[in-house]
């Protein structure tokens, strides 16, 4: 994935006159907007297109990102838009491949950051609303009834509202500079629960999953600076819940199992 608008460097350069792009590179990440890279002799950007209709979430994607970049948090600035394609800059640094203790330290700092700027915030929509769980489950009830059975518990999942979370901080949406982690993607970010944020998180970060010592190291260094703790107990449900809820996003997505069995346990 990563392309499903084609654009050539002519046409970049077209759309950004400001800019002398040299430079462009499709990618294969993400699974519903198209992102390139595109570059000049001296800087790198990331150039998108949403291929959905999400005008309001765009403009709230800008503000939030500015509003976090004021706070002193890595994450990407907005640069440009032209015509439907919108040019961010691009975090220094790569995804982490095996995780180690100051990847999950830097997590946690940032995330224990950054929600304590977000619970004084609120977005246009609530995470887990904007999915219709519900119709998701029926799909997976008639076409994957083994896996609806180990997923059904997900019918009564609601969340508090404790300000606007990412909700999709997996590896591939992290980037670390040395020990400095930035953090991309905020397109989806929705008002939710702090804890599954952190959850969400923790699911590919914490490779061998709920160990201890990952788990507890994350929550050591979060609750220093969070604007509420968050407890094991709570943490270890809600992983679960996490793991499933993105197994039951990918069946239906994928239509197959193979994407969600990773994450079912």
Same mark, same amino acid.
């Given at each position: 994935?990563?392309?499903?608008t084609?654009?050539?460097?002519?046409d970049?350069?077209?759309?950004?006159?400001?800019?002398?792009?040299?430079?462009?590179r499709a990618?294969h990440?993400?699974?519903?907007?198209?992102?390139?890279?595109v570059?000049?002799?001296?800087?790198?950007?990331?150039?998108?297109?949403?291929e959905?209709?999400?005008d309001?979430?765009?403009?709230q994607d800008?503000?939030?990102?500015?509003?976090?970049?004021?706070?002193?948090?890595?994450?990407?600035?907005?640069?440009?838009s032209?015509?439907?394609?919108h @040019?961010y800059e691009? &975090?220094?640094?790569?995804?982490? %491949?095996?995780? !180690?203790?100051? $990847?999950?330290?830097a /997590?946690?700092r940032?995330m224990?950051?950054m929600?304590?700027?977000?619970?004084?915030?609120?977005?246009?929509?609530?995470?887990?609303?904007?999915?219709?769980?519900?119709?998701?489950?029926?799909?997976?009830?008639?076409?994957?009834f083994?896996?609806?059975?180990?997923?059904?518990?997900?019918r009564?999942l609601?969340?508090?509202?404790?300000?606007?979370?990412?909700?999709?901080?997996?590896?591939?949406?992290t980037?670390?500079?040395?020990?400095?982690?930035g953090?991309?993607d905020?397109?989806?970010?929705?008002?939710?629960?702090?804890?599954f944020?952190?959850a969400?998180a923790?699911?590919?970060?914490?490779t061998?999953?709920n160990?201890?010592?990952? @788990?507890?190291?994350? &929550?050591?260094?979060?609750?220093? %600076?969070?604007? !509420?703790?968050? $407890?094991k107990t709570? /943490?270890?449900?809600?992983?679960?819940?996490a793991?499933?809820?993105?197994?039951?996003?990918?069946?239906?997505?994928?239509?197959n199992?193979?994407?969600?069995?990773?994450?079912?346990?």
């Amino acid at each position: 994935m990563g392309v499903k608008t084609f654009i050539s460097l002519v046409d970049v350069n077209m759309l950004f006159p400001a800019f002398t792009f040299t430079k462009l590179r499709a990618t294969h990440e993400g699974i519903i907007d198209t992102t390139y890279i595109v570059s000049t002799a001296t800087h790198s950007y990331i150039l998108k297109k949403y291929e959905r209709d999400i005008d309001e979430k765009i403009h709230q994607d800008k503000k939030l990102l500015k509003k976090l970049k004021a706070s002193g948090l890595n994450v990407p600035s907005f640069v440009a838009s032209s015509e439907g394609w919108h @040019l961010y800059e691009k &975090l220094k640094g790569k995804q982490p %491949k095996d995780v !180690k203790s100051f $990847h999950i330290q830097a /997590l946690a700092r940032f995330m224990a950051k950054m929600h304590k700027k977000t619970a004084k915030m609120s977005a246009h929509s609530k995470f887990i609303h904007r999915y219709n769980i519900q119709n998701v489950l029926i799909f997976t009830k008639l076409n994957y009834f083994a896996y609806y059975k180990k997923l059904q518990v997900l019918r009564n999942l609601t969340q508090q509202n404790d300000g606007i979370i990412h909700g999709d901080i997996f590896k591939d949406n992290t980037i670390f500079d040395g020990e400095k982690i930035g953090v991309i993607d905020f397109i989806d970010a929705a008002n939710g629960e702090f804890v599954f944020d952190i959850a969400v998180a923790l699911i590919t970060f914490n490779t061998n999953k709920n160990n201890p010592y990952f @788990l507890n190291l994350f &929550l050591n260094t979060y609750n220093q %600076k969070a604007p !509420k703790k968050i $407890h094991k107990t709570q /943490l270890l449900k809600n992983i679960k819940l996490a793991s499933k809820f993105y197994a039951l996003l990918r069946i239906n997505k994928y239509k197959n199992t193979s994407r969600a069995k990773e994450l079912i346990f």
